[in-house]
């Protein structure tokens, strides 16, 4: 079976439109947030989740549903769920392992920013599969963090909320987990790329990717990449398992390459947008040029 690729990056950091371009390559299976690297079985990730309530676990659902009855009804997620249930002592690589069968001889893309939240959630998934490849997304840390309070405001019920962390700190703690894990990667195994870079040229930057992972970079490829509404976890799922994905890219997963050929980064100078009368912080400064940001 092959290697699976993993694209690594903090929240909104664009992991859902891209992932979904390159799962939708003919030799790959693009899969949604399934969170599979917080615990050593399933148990434990499913715990881990329960917090977040479906935010976090109807990725897992939903594929599932897909997987083993080919529609995402509420039924069929709710089967997925109680699926789950009886399987709490399986092992991560086991659980894995059972989507790859399912799946066949497609390569696994999986995108799920929580793995990034913890060290020990990134190299669960290098212990599991040694050779598989990391794309590191990155995103400028204003946009990421102007994304990151819209998305809590709209989740909120549309009003004012606390916030109980700075997004600029998850960005950093994010990015050094990545980093941390890419120092103990052979060489080939991780490539890093800017996210506005990938999607203001896609026909310059996918093939790049494809090349990388030992995937077809023909015409025909390419093109099905540029289309990932035709993925089966591009719309918004049932009642109980309605995610999986970015919310802004359920409900609109077309490319617009007109947009996103105007695709601009912001500057790194003046104030921090979340926290008036304040800049970044140095550590911020100093990783996002290292990133290529000004």
Not at 115 to 129: K, N
Not at 136 to 158: C, D, F, I, Q, V
Not at 160 to 180: G, K, T, V
Request: proline share 8%; net charge neutral; hydrophobic share 40%.
């Amino acid at each position: 079976m092959p290697d699976p690729l993993f694209i690594i990056a903090p929240p909104r950091s664009f992991t859902s439109v891209i992932g979904g371009m390159i799962g939708q390559h003919p030799q790959a299976y693009g899969l949604p947030e399934v969170n599979l690297a917080l615990g050593d079985t399933l148990g434990e990730t499913w715990t881990a989740l329960a917090p977040s309530l479906n935010m976090g676990t109807s990725g897992l659902l939903r594929l599932l549903a897909e997987l083993h009855e080919g529609a995402q009804s509420e039924d069929a997620a709710i089967r997925a769920r109680h699926w789950i249930q009886r399987r709490f002592h399986w092992p991560t690589a086991k659980v894995f392992a059972h989507i790859q069968e399912a799946v066949g001889d497609k390569v696994l893309v999986d995108k799920s920013p929580r793995s990034t939240m913890r060290i020990d959630s990134l190299r669960r998934l290098h212990r599991i599969f040694p050779a598989a490849s990391f794309l590191h997304l990155t995103r400028h840390p204003r946009s990421t963090g102007k994304s990151t309070l819209e998305l809590m405001k709209a989740y909120s019920g549309g009003g004012a909320q606390r916030i109980e962390f700075d997004p600029e700190q998850l960005w950093l703690r994010s990015q050094n987990h990545i980093l941390e894990l890419s120092r103990d990667l052979a060489l080939g195994q991780y490539m890093r790329i800017k996210g506005e870079m990938l999607l203001a040229d896609p026909m310059l930057y996918l093939p790049q990717v494809c090349d990388w992972l030992g995937l077809s970079s023909d015409a025909a490829s390419i093109e099905a990449m540029l289309h990932p509404e035709t993925s089966a976890f591009a719309s918004v799922g049932p009642p109980s398992a309605p995610f999986g994905n970015d919310p802004n890219f359920l409900n609109s997963p077309a490319l617009d390459m007109a947009r996103l050929a105007r695709i601009t980064e912001p500057s790194l100078q003046g104030d921090v947008d979340w926290r008036p009368g304040e800049a970044f912080s140095k550590p911020v400064l100093r990783l996002a040029r290292q990133f290529g940001y000004g």
